[in-house]
């Protein structure tokens, strides 16, 4: 059984910061790429960042690079998405997945596991 739970989402105004967390329930935690993906209303879930499984590259959609970062804790085994300098156009419900890669993958396909979302509002 693999579950993946984001959390830290909510309401920040333009300019702010989050930080979102994603707990896996994945034994072997390590061997996973880990990415972040969001779905706008109206929009389809379009990639946001991931991170190989040693931490060794990462990978970012232009519309986040140099505002968000991706990190991982393979001890706790979580991932983590820095969230600076958001916009309004950055809200969205955002969403962890898990893949057994040795790259940061941005296909949607390419992950095997999801977990529910959680939302993110950037909003004066």
């Known amino acids: 059984q693999v579950q993946l739970v984001e959390s830290g989402g909510g309401l920040v105004q333009p300019g702010g910061s989050l930080r979102l967390s994603c707990v896996a329930s994945?034994?072997?935690?390590?061997?996973?790429?880990m990415g972040w993906f969001r779905q706008a209303p109206g929009k389809e879930r379009e990639f946001v960042g991931a991170?190989?499984?040693?931490?060794?590259?990462?990978n970012y959609a232009d519309s986040v690079k140099g505002r968000f970062t991706i990190s991982r804790d393979n001890a706790k085994n979580t991932v983590y998405l820095q969230m600076d300098s958001l916009k309004p156009e950055d809200t969205a419900v955002y969403y962890c997945?898990?893949?057994?890669?040795?790259?940061?993958?941005?296909?949607?396909?390419?992950?095997?596991?999801w977990g529910q979302g959680t939302q993110v509002a950037v909003s004066s």
């Open positions: 994945i034994r072997t935690f390590s061997s996973y790429a």
């Open positions: 997945a898990a893949a057994r890669s040795f790259r940061p993958m941005v296909r949607s396909s390419d992950y095997d596991y």
């Open positions: 991170i190989t499984w040693s931490r060794d590259s990462t």
